[in-house]
């Protein structure tokens, strides 16, 4: 478990400019809400305001709820990152761990109207969105016109990018996600996703070790069964 002194020395190392006093990190620091949540819960954050969240250990997924108990998994953020939790509107929104998290919780509206006070601070708001807004986009077209391989595939170039380890030569990575929540992902069922799974193994391009573990052995392949434009010659 991270103190809270640690969480948000982590978050303004990351997020806030060198330059910025103490009396504003102060400020920014008063309105931190440390969060330290075991894994499968669901954060109770309140439904009528925009949230703003950073993680700082641990691994957890943002649900949008439609009606009639229907739910999509819209992203998977993992330590270092920040995440938006909207105010529900036409959905409602939950953050639910994946695994024992250490987090810092900001009321959007308050940090913003902070935030304008330093064109340093308002640009860490913008990469955060623009890197949301280019996962969306990639989701958009993976959920509307990609096949079911090549979903699964583009998500573990994504995971390799975002917490991939190489480790002598293969890249590692551990998943805290369940196969369920993969496939809540990606608008696949668990069987198919299992599916994919062992396609990818028998084509020598994955390995999966155990629950969570998948090596990479050969990105490349991978890459190329996830229906990206190949470059130029």
């Known amino acids: 478990m991270m103190t809270f ?9 990351l997020h806030l400019p060198a330059h910025l006093g103490d009396d504003a990190i102060l400020r920014f620091r008063s309105l931190a809400r440390p969060v330290d949540a075991a894994r499968d819960v669901a954060l109770g954050l309140d439904e ?9 250990s641990g691994a957890i ?11 999509q998994v819209v992203a998977f953020h993992f330590p270092d990152e920040l995440v938006v939790v909207p105010a529900r509107a ?3 929104y939950t953050l639910s761990t994946l695994r024992k998290s250490d987090l810092l919780v900001f009321d959007y509206a308050s940090f913003a109207d902070l935030a304008r006070g330093d064109p340093a601070v308002l640009r860490s708001l913008l990469d955060t969105a623009r890197s949301s807004l280019s996962r969306s986009r990639e989701k958009s077209l993976t959920l509307g016109r990609k096949t079911a391989t090549e979903r699964l595939a583009s998500f573990l170039v994504g995971m390799a990018h975002r917490i991939g380890v190489e480790r002598e030569g293969l890249t590692f990575i551990d998943l805290p996600m369940s196969r369920r929540d993969i496939a809540d992902s990606l608008g696949l069922t668990i ?4 599916r994919q799974f062992t396609i990818l ?4 391009i ?3 070790v155990g629950k969570s573990g998948v090596q990479l052995v050969d990105l490349r392949a991978l890459e190329a069964r996830a229906g990206y434009l190949t470059e130029a010659a």
């Open 5 to 13: 002194a640690e969480q948000f020395d982590r978050f303004a190392q």
């Open 206 to 208: 994955v390995r999966t």
């Open 61 to 71: 997924k943002l649900v949008a709820h439609a009606s009639a108990g229907r739910n």
């Open 48 to 56: 009528g305001s925009d949230h703003l969240v950073f993680v700082s």
């Open 191 to 194: 069987e198919t996703v299992s």
């Open 90 to 92: 036409e959905h409602s």
């Open 201 to 204: 193994r028998d084509l020598g």
